[in-house]
């Protein structure tokens, strides 16, 4: 028992001291960003077992360089950032943190819904900027909630729990996925329907499908047209399963009244134009970030990375057939 252990980058302390008690060697990157490519290679040479984040790519690059590695361990639950084909082929396991930011990427879902909906960076500004004079019946007019349809397009864990919470607004749920939910439609009466009656129908469209070449682009121009003019578009999930440039010219144009962003196609950039719009709420990429989802999200990796490490398999293992090969 023992190695070494590399953190591509400072994460909440619960997994450091997990893995630090269990008498592995914890690296933890110095720099208060992502690692370059030739920084990354070269700090996981020695490795015996790797913490690594959505901001690190995980690829056949990466296995040459971790020779020694036992497993990756992606602290994030999307892991289209590691080449898990590639791992599988080579029997490295790895895997990542499902279940502990649902609750907190769903709430941020909402919070860009309303934020977007009730114009609520928009009013701040004017606030702070001196600019209001005073009460107005026509200021700040925006998009009802209650009653409303929520589109939920990826109905998984965080896709489901965004819907569950639509429950105190008394909203028409549709959800677009190829697995039937029973439990939207059991608790909720919701609907399975195809992406573009979705698109169509509702006044929320909001985002939670994961990205994979069949989801990239899922949204684009072609679907924007599809929705209503007031309807509102909400993505807390991965920025490539949006066109972004397409988005940017529905919102310029009016072909839908507004989106909330957490995610983008091309991070930390934003497409050209969007900045500029009133009509968008945009997050640096934080629906996970909460005190409790944070500390959750480095334990599950840590604990993930320790049953790797002594050869069991990780509870959130991604490729489960490298224990078989
Ligand atoms: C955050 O985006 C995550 O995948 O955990």
Same mark, same amino acid.
Request: with cysteine; glycine share 8%; net charge negative.
């Given at each position: 028992?023992?190695?070494?252990?590399?953190?591509? $980058?400072?994460?909440?302390?619960?997994?450091?001291?997990?893995?630090?008690?269990?008498?592995?060697?914890?690296?933890?990157? @110095?720099?208060?960003?992502?690692?370059? $490519?030739?920084?990354?290679?070269?700090?996981?040479?020695? /490795?015996?077992?790797?913490?690594?984040?959505?901001?690190? $790519?995980?690829?056949?690059?990466?296995?040459?360089?971790? =020779?020694?590695?036992?497993?990756?361990?992606?602290?994030?639950?999307?892991?289209?950032? #590691?080449?898990?084909?590639?791992?599988?082929?080579?029997?490295? @396991?790895?895997?990542?943190?499902?279940?502990?930011?649902?609750?907190?990427?769903?709430?941020?879902?909402?919070?860009?819904?309303?934020?977007?909906?009730? =114009?609520?960076?928009?009013?701040?500004?004017?606030?702070?900027?001196?600019?209001?004079?005073?009460?107005?019946?026509?200021?700040?007019?925006?998009?009802?909630?209650?009653?409303?349809? #929520? *589109?939920?397009?990826?109905?998984? =864990?965080?896709?489901? %729990?965004?819907?569950?919470?639509?429950? *105190?607004?008394?909203?028409?749920?549709?959800?677009?996925?190829?697995?039937? !939910?029973?439990?939207?439609?059991?608790?909720?009466?919701?609907?399975?329907?195809?992406? &573009? =009656? #979705?698109?169509? +129908?509702?006044?929320?469209?909001?985002?939670?499908? /994961?990205?994979?070449?069949?989801?990239?682009?899922?949204?684009?121009?072609?679907?924007?047209?599809?929705?209503?003019?007031?309807?509102?578009?909400? !993505?807390? %999930? $991965?920025?490539?399963?949006?066109?972004?440039?397409?988005?940017?010219?529905?919102?310029?144009?009016?072909?839908?009244?507004?989106?909330?962003?957490?995610?983008?196609?091309?991070? @930390?950039?934003?497409?050209? *134009?969007?900045? &500029?719009?009133? !009509?968008?709420?945009?997050?640096?990429?934080?629906?996970?970030?909460?005190?409790?989802?944070?500390?959750?999200?480095? /334990?599950?990796?840590?604990?993930?990375?320790?049953?790797?490490? +002594?050869?069991?398999?990780?509870? !959130?293992?991604?490729? @489960? +057939?490298?224990?078989?090969?």
């Amino acid at each position: 028992m023992g190695g070494n252990v590399f953190v591509t $980058r400072e994460i909440p302390k619960e997994g450091i001291d997990l893995l630090r008690a269990k008498g592995y060697l914890v690296t933890v990157s @110095p720099h208060d960003r992502p690692l370059e $490519r030739d920084e990354l290679l070269a700090s996981i040479a020695d /490795s015996d077992g790797v913490i690594c984040l959505l901001t690190d $790519r995980i690829d056949a690059q990466a296995f040459d360089a971790a =020779r020694k590695a036992k497993g990756f361990a992606n602290c994030a639950v999307g892991f289209d950032n #590691l080449d898990v084909k590639e791992a599988t082929k080579r029997g490295i @396991p790895l895997s990542n943190t499902p279940g502990v930011l649902t609750n907190a990427t769903a709430e941020m879902a909402w919070a860009l819904l309303f934020a977007i909906s009730r =114009r609520v960076v928009e009013s701040d500004a004017v606030m702070r900027s001196g600019g209001w004079k005073g009460w107005g019946p026509l200021q700040f007019i925006g998009g009802d909630v209650s009653g409303k349809t #929520l *589109g939920i397009v990826g109905a998984g =864990r965080i896709g489901t %729990a965004m819907a569950m919470m639509s429950r *105190g607004f008394d909203m028409k749920v549709l959800y677009a996925d190829e697995m039937r !939910n029973e439990l939207l439609e059991n608790k909720l009466g919701a609907e399975q329907v195809s992406l &573009d =009656r #979705l698109l169509a +129908e509702s006044d929320f469209v909001s985002v939670h499908a /994961s990205l994979l070449e069949s989801t990239r682009h899922l949204l684009g121009a072609s679907q924007f047209a599809l929705m209503k003019r007031s309807a509102y578009l909400v !993505n807390t %999930a $991965r920025g490539p399963v949006i066109d972004e440039a397409a988005l940017v010219i529905a919102l310029r144009d009016g072909v839908i009244a507004g989106a909330g962003l957490d995610v983008y196609e091309f991070e @930390p950039k934003m497409a050209s *134009g969007l900045a &500029d719009l009133r !009509n968008v709420v945009v997050c640096p990429h934080t629906a996970s970030a909460t005190v409790s989802s944070r500390s959750a999200m480095s /334990s599950t990796a840590a604990l993930n990375l320790i049953a790797m490490m +002594e050869g069991h398999r990780a509870p !959130n293992c991604l490729n @489960p +057939e490298v224990y078989k090969l």
